[in-house]
């Protein structure tokens, strides 16, 4: 980048040298004087989103290929300025935009943000390193493997993760993939890492509640298994898996000559935030020798607050874990925090070392190389925002917003069971409520449309025991009492309309 | 966020909005006003840095352990100001960052990026969507899929690619997992999509020359397949895979009752940029009934200009290619694009449709779900960043700076070639110059070592027919001439001192 003052070079005068930058053509690279004025609008046109995001709708209601037919069908021959851009952003981009940091946004689970981890972002874009090896930017892998140790603290995770033992953390986009590296390394590990050599050879199963997230099976499918070999074992009301079914479905297993290999234990299900018994699932899975990989990529980020780490009792069980900062810990996505008991099991499954890739450091066995550890070789600086996050918000901040937002659900809880037209699909022990109104499954999906066609909040459902339930996850970074009020007020509304 | 004026809250006096303002506690969320502040500093950061990154040593030369030691060892309690972290990124990050962005970065491929770029990925932060689901925010999915039409447009790929047939294009993080989703969905194609229900049960072999990427072995074992059945196919002095030789191995295997379900062909391999005949390939792959895949990771981004389009000859035949803007192309990392000939049977591949997922858009069926063309579920607004780059270069900017690039390789191997101590240990056709000190290997081990402990510039090495043998790429945002010239002025006296 050009600085801002240009600077004369060798053999020519500063009079040619601002002579030169004002020769600007279009398509240049920015210079440093062009880049601050654009930075500085796009961050204010961020602050100013922000702000003023309640006025908008929540969900985008655009027809498909609407926004498709606004952008030109070909790319433009000669370059343009970045107003131009701004200016698209918000006339052809905003009408198609569903606000995800939006205050009424309560679907799905959220995926928050927040000012230091946007900042984070954008200076981990600026420096713009690719951390494949400690050796291609040492900071980029320490700073990580420390804020997996500080995030292992803040969440009183066991030291079993600890990087300091034979443990440690990763960050990795999704817990999608943290699921599939934690069921490659299972398979491997049950098969003495001969699968990896000669190729899926036998039933490998793996199991998981009846109430897993789809991604289990597609990693179950993607790792060659074959999704026969995946038993979804039964739940009880509440959703949580049965550790005797678990250890009956493995029993069977072994008698019939297949092989378990690993189970998937969910703390706070996507459907009901049901959270498995992980105790009781990992002393099946200690004594039976298979791979238990724990799944907290919401509910995980509750044990900010001492008073819910009763949701990772047994942890110390696991062979793996994963939590989402992306989800419910202000860190814009992606930020998928996995850990393992065994790091050498993960590296060994995941490792090719090509002559191009040799250096002294990964040589010497001193340092961690992060691209043995996820699918992708290539990474971004993601630690950065996680770091500013946790500094930003301190320990006390971020207890502080995570016990508002599970205090604004339970209170919203209490409104829903004290109504005579709604009832408490399951008991909602953090952020998650499911509720439905006791008129079918024909009202609660008119209630769901007229809300979100309405654009003043946004709620997805699911179906428990077959009928159709409504989701309300209170965890947006600007979320008050307010705006659960109002939706409140809008959903009882939308029941007697 | 809070918006900068405090606004009274219905009941509240300005008085007592303002005074609310004021009463800020140590990890709150930052309002629109602070924002903004820490906003435009983070972006005078970047500025400073990149304006001034010639002045700082390319490569890292701290000792494993030396950044993390200067990190607290727990998370702080309390929230600490942005200009804290500002400083620490300077003091603690800057000492253990290799300067990818630096000019005179001739090491691996580079992983450039742009002021456009970086601040297609701050904005894409701040609006903070996830784009799983056309349904979540279709504006996201919308912009890639038209922003891959015509990034397929700028480097002239086949129009089998396009998403107006039954083709289309979806930005993944990186051509491994492209190239994973690509040996899934022809694993799947091979057994009609039985593997994914029982899982491996045969040998499905997978074909490429063996000088091909090192993710290739890594999504092979990923499948389930088994780096046994990975062949690697005879190439020829120049690094290209033999068309004769892959037909033979094909045979073989067929002979043998295996089953041949991939062969991943290469245009620039990491090695010596090697460019495998795609056509005579392809023939083979279609009278076959293999699925190809071309993995254009680096290379590809020389098709922006017309005169180098010839590296694509043949892809027409292929059933899948990939090629990384986050390499070449200023679009700073994640951004592979990856474009498949039959999008239906990629999503057969990886979709699983669980109730909390289901919405009317995606019933349809008339709207894509990117969910189902890679392995994570969640996903950024990845193309915000490729918009911006497309848009503020302009097809006439993109022209010029990679041939420019070209241009600056192919003066050096000219260089190169006319002195008496130094040697081309292949044609160098791009932007990448494979070269050796006749004096052997120990000689070109040492000039490596000399070189980037100087810190003026950063290389690295390879072997090429057994021989160490070094890699200059010349690829950088910011890499003029001079640093070129001075990158072989520095080769020259390393070997003469």
Redesign the interface.
Known sequence: ????QPQPQPGQSPEQASEHSDNR??????T?????A???A????????????EQRPVL?T?E?????AQ?P????????P?S??LAD?ER??????????HPSFFA?FN?????????G???S??????GML???????T??E??MM???L??LGLPDIFRSTGPGGGVIQ?????AT?CAI?AA?ERATGWQ???????R??CVYASDQT???I??AV?????????LRAVASDARGALDPTALAAAIAADRAAGRTPCAVIATVGT??SHAIDPLRAVGEICRSEGVWLHVDGAHAGTAAVCPEYRWIHDGLELADSYCTNP?KWMFT???CDAFWVRDRAALVR??S??????RNA?TA?G??IDYRDWH??????FRA?KL??V?????????R??IGQHIALAQRFAEWVAAHDAFELAVPAPLNLVCFRHVGGDAVNQRIVETLNASGALYL????IAGRYTL?LCVGG??TEARHVEAAWQAITAAAAG
């Open positions: 980048m050009r600085p801002d053509r279009p398509g240049d690279h920015m440093a004087a062009e880049f601050r654009a930075g500085h796009a961050v204010d046109w961020i602050a100013d989103y922000l702000s003023t995001l985008s655009v498909p290929g609407a926004i498709a952008l069908a070909h790319p433009p021959q000669r370059g343009e970045f131009a851009m952003l052809v981009v905003m009408p198609g935009i569903t606000h995800w940091q799905y995926s928050n943000a927040s000012g230091p981890s946007i900042l972002e954008l200076l874009a600026g420096i713009g390193v690719q400690w050796a291609t930017s040492p900071a980029c320490e700073v493997t420390v140790d500080w995030l603290e803040l986009d999704t817990a999608s993939s599939l490659l398979r699968t990896d050599r000669t190729g899926v050879d039933a490998l997230h789809s991604s099976e597609k499918r993607i790792a060659g298994l074959g999704k026969d070999q996507t459907s992306h814009n996505f992606d499954t995941l090719v070392l090509p002559e191009y890739l450091a010497s001193e340092v699918i992708p070789l290539g990474r971004r950065l770091w500013f946790m500094r930003h918000y301190g320990v006390e901040g971020l502080r917003h997805t459902h699911t179906k989701r970074t600007y």
